[in-house]
């Protein structure tokens, strides 16, 4: 059951209705994108204290959120990182593949990894905070348009409003939300103020159901070797430097991190995650 809300009936997360938690199966409407549910050998763990040394971390985008890197990613820090399972609203311990988002270019029982572990681990192991929860959000094949859509399968947009439910049910607050999504619109050829005005309703979305979450919107275009500039324009033009801030530069990583001219391999990854701890930590400095 698809739940349609406008961003103003969010009401800052106001809704108490089961229903409220639905999500859409965006496998209906996009093949490959069933997400990781099965909690076999998942350690639920609990809230805990959340404080200033606590990160917080929502990932929402397409395929090289997902679980896409060939092999698991074995964090050093692993007993400080956990996740929320937007699906189950429950703590876990964080593991590749990580839970509620899908497998990319696999099975969902592939066994496979994402940049989201070792940027946590990083995180920690850089000092600047000593427990990091990752919040995963993404769907694979996905357009910024899809996710701006209120009325349209797969109903992405209403997966902010479960995540901001989540978080709140959780008792948990929001450090950021990480932005990282294009290569979809490559494909489709999207100009740079269809974009942007998706994107802004995107943003707009998060800012009501999360507020005073700073987002960070990477720069993210390339597929198969081909990159986009009215995409790139488009996200670097909803930078703001107060509630909005620049993300970690993905084009900027070359074909030795990608196993396919699109998604990332190991080096990738690590790449990425030293990219994102940057782009964070300058966010959160400002």
């Not at 074909?255 to 990854?269: F, I, K, M, Q, V």
Request: aromatic fraction near 6%; include cysteine.
């Amino acid at each position: 059951m698809a739940m349609i809300f406008g961003g103003a009936g969010l009401a800052l997360n106001s809704f108490t209705s089961p229903d409220a938690y639905d999500i859409f199966p965006v496998e209906d409407v996009i093949a490959g994108t069933e997400p990781v549910l099965d909690l076999t050998g998942r350690i639920e763990v609990a809230r805990g204290d959340i404080g200033p040394r606590t990160a917080v971390l929502v990932f929402v985008g397409q395929s090289l959120s997902v679980n896409q890197t060939p092999t698991p990613y074995v964090p050093v820090h692993g007993s400080s990182i956990d996740q929320l399972n937007i699906y189950d609203g429950k703590l876990y311990r964080a593991k590749d593949p990580v839970l509620g988002v899908n497998v990319s270019g696999g099975a969902v029982t592939d066994l496979r990894g994402t940049w989201m572990l070792p940027m946590a681990d990083k995180l920690i192991g850089d000092g600047h905070f000593d427990r990091v929860i990752i919040v995963p959000m993404a769907v694979g094949n996905t357009r910024v348009g899809q996710w701006a859509s209120e009325a349209t399968a797969p109903f992405l947009f209403n997966k902010i409003n479960v995540v901001a439910l989540r978080l709140r049910d959780a008792g948990l607050p929001c450090t950021a939300i990480m932005w990282g999504q294009g290569e979809s619109d490559t494909i489709a050829g999207t100009s740079q103020a269809s974009y942007a005005a998706s994107l802004q309703k995107v943003i707009a979305e998060f800012n009501h159901a999360i507020p005073n979450c700073p987002i960070l919107v990477a720069l993210e275009s390339q597929i198969y070797g081909a990159t986009s500039a009215a995409v790139l324009a488009a996200q670097a033009s909803v930078v703001n430097g107060t509630s909005v801030f620049a993300g970690e530069n993905v084009e900027s990583i070359g074909p030795s991190g990608r196993y396919d001219g699109t998604h990332l391999n190991e080096t990738g990854a690590d790449q990425r995650a030293t990219l994102a701890v940057a782009a964070l930590m300058a966010a959160l400095a400002s």
